[in-house]
């Protein structure tokens, strides 16, 4: 299995930005999708962007869409989720991973069987 290690979490004010970054232990991304999730305290794991290698496709939960971006780059094998106009209800542990091969839904958790240890973000008003 591929080790994954995210970095970039931190405190930020409403309106403010971070990048995370989800580095991996090889190259492992070809037909794999490369997730980011989060988990808030008392609530489900759930979907925040995704990133198919292969093609360069990238899906994003609706919460999301127009503030994060979802990039890899292959030289260092490392994945990165830009975080823009952060919102208090962007806090959470944010977790990178990797999918099985084949999988058609990298929206779904259960699409994953690599993950990372996870980063804290918090978003202050």
């Known amino acids: 299995q591929v080790q994954l290690v995210e970095s970039g979490g931190g405190l930020v004010q409403a309106g403010g930005s971070l990048r995370l970054s989800c580095a991996a232990s090889a190259r492992t991304f070809t037909r794999y999708f490369m997730g980011w999730f989060r988990q808030a305290p008392g609530k489900e794991r759930q979907f925040v962007a995704a990133v198919y290698w292969n093609s360069g496709s990238t899906y994003y939960t609706d919460s999301v869409k127009g503030r994060f971006t979802i990039s890899s780059d292959n030289a260092k094998n490392t994945v990165y989720l830009q975080m823009n106009s952060l919102k208090p209800e962007d806090t959470a542990i944010y977790y990178c991973?990797?999918?099985?091969?084949?999988?058609?839904?990298?929206?779904?958790?259960?699409?994953?069987?690599?993950w990372g240890q996870g980063t804290q973000v918090t978003v202050s008003s």
């Open positions: 991973a990797r999918s099985r091969t084949g999988v058609t839904d990298p929206r779904s958790r259960f699409s994953y069987d690599s």
